[in-house]
């Protein structure tokens, strides 16, 4: 401390700022103890206005001391933009440090998986990392998926589910990035198995996404894979709900009869054969496991229980009598 005084203070007497009797004072915490405090470090601010805005926050007892610190510690450019916490029992050379190190607060949001793209963007906007309207542009932008290392056109499947903490004030591509970027560390040790069956990463992601929206019993997941890759190989259409609702704009709740024989949905599995276009919602790492490493089943159908779980069935007889037990209406692989 006597160094930093020294230095300080022949700082001060050339500025005829702080006199020395005060300097000691000046560099002392502004208060015992103190809740923390968000504070904002504007882009291209300098170190003078930092500084006032600190001491009218009442996070240092006196600007020009601080200023001085920063100018003796060489740190009049090397303030980094951001949003801060912190308290005023925080000595100015330890305020300074976090700035000059960017040590900025994060902020966490949670992303569950089986979330579309526009549901990520909500949640995002909502912890107030990135706007809306800004994140689905980066996520729609053909650009993104080569820029990120994920194959295209879009970002949809590749958000991945995890709980994030990240700085506000990112660039949405930025944030975009983060997400897909969790999500090529969690496909990464995954892809020798989606080569080996013969499926393309986004392939894969879509079947996956399609597990994920189908299930949340996680002992079921390669249950449902095994019924999907069953029907992919035999021809035979995957006739599922979740993709037809995916594919009807703002969607009310309400899946009709009209609905799954609507030829011009293009993800209609009732009527197209094979995948949908791409990804339904972001998988997570298990509906990805359970997509490339299914259960040994010759199932072909299944039907929902009404409490979350599924019955599966060989036949379309058996099947049907499953569903008339269960939902009395239509068949189909699943609900």
Do not use: C
């Not at 560099?27 to 923390?36: C, E, Q």
């Not at 994030?164 to 004030?169: D, F, I, S, T, V």
């Not at 990464?188 to 080569?195: D, I, M, Q, R, V």
């Amino acid at each position: 401390m006597r160094r930093v005084l020294l230095g300080l203070l022949a700082l001060a007497v050339a500025a005829g700022g702080v006199g020395a009797l005060g300097l000691r004072r000046a560099l002392a915490p502004a208060a015992a103890d103190g809740a923390p405090v968000l504070f904002v470090v504007s882009e291209g601010a300098g170190l003078r206005r930092v500084a006032e805005e600190l001491e009218r926050a009442g996070l240092v007892r006196s600007a020009r001391a601080f200023e001085l610190l920063g100018r003796w510690r060489g740190a009049g450019g090397e303030l980094r933009a951001g949003e801060y916490e912190l308290r005023a029992s925080e000595a100015p050379g330890e305020v300074l440090e976090a700035m000059r190190s960017g040590r900025v607060k994060m902020w966490e949001v949670a992303i569950p998986e089986g979330l579309t793209a526009t549901e990520v963007a909500a949640r995002v906007e909502a912890a107030g990392l990135a706007d809306r309207a800004a994140f689905l542009a980066v996520v729609n932008d053909p650009a993104s998926a080569t820029r990120l290392g994920v194959e295209g056109p879009g970002l949809e499947g590749y958000l991945f589910p995890e709980t994030y903490h990240l700085a506000r004030g990112l660039p949405a591509e930025e944030v975009v990035g983060a997400l897909v970027g969790q999500f090529r560390s969690v496909w990464e040790p995954l892809a020798p198995a989606a080569a080996a069956r013969g499926l393309s990463m986004r392939e894969a992601v879509t079947l996956a996404s399609i597990v994920e929206k189908e299930t949340a019993v996680a002992e079921e997941r390669p249950l449902v894979a095994a019924v999907f890759h069953n029907r992919l190989r035999l021809g035979m259409r995957l006739e599922t709900d979740p993709t037809v609702i995916y594919g009807i704009p703002d969607f009310d709740g309400n899946l009709t009869r009209a609905h799954l024989e609507d030829e011009a949905n293009r993800y209609n599995t009732y009527r197209i054969a094979g995948l949908p276009p791409g990804p339904i919602a972001s998988p997570g790492a298990a509906a990805l496991r359970a997509t490339l490493e299914p259960a040994q089943s010759d199932a072909l159908f299944f039907v929902s229980r009404n409490d979350g779980s599924h019955v599966f069935s060989r036949t379309y007889e058996e099947h049907g009598v499953q569903v008339r037990r269960f939902q009395g209406r239509r068949g189909g692989s699943g609900g």
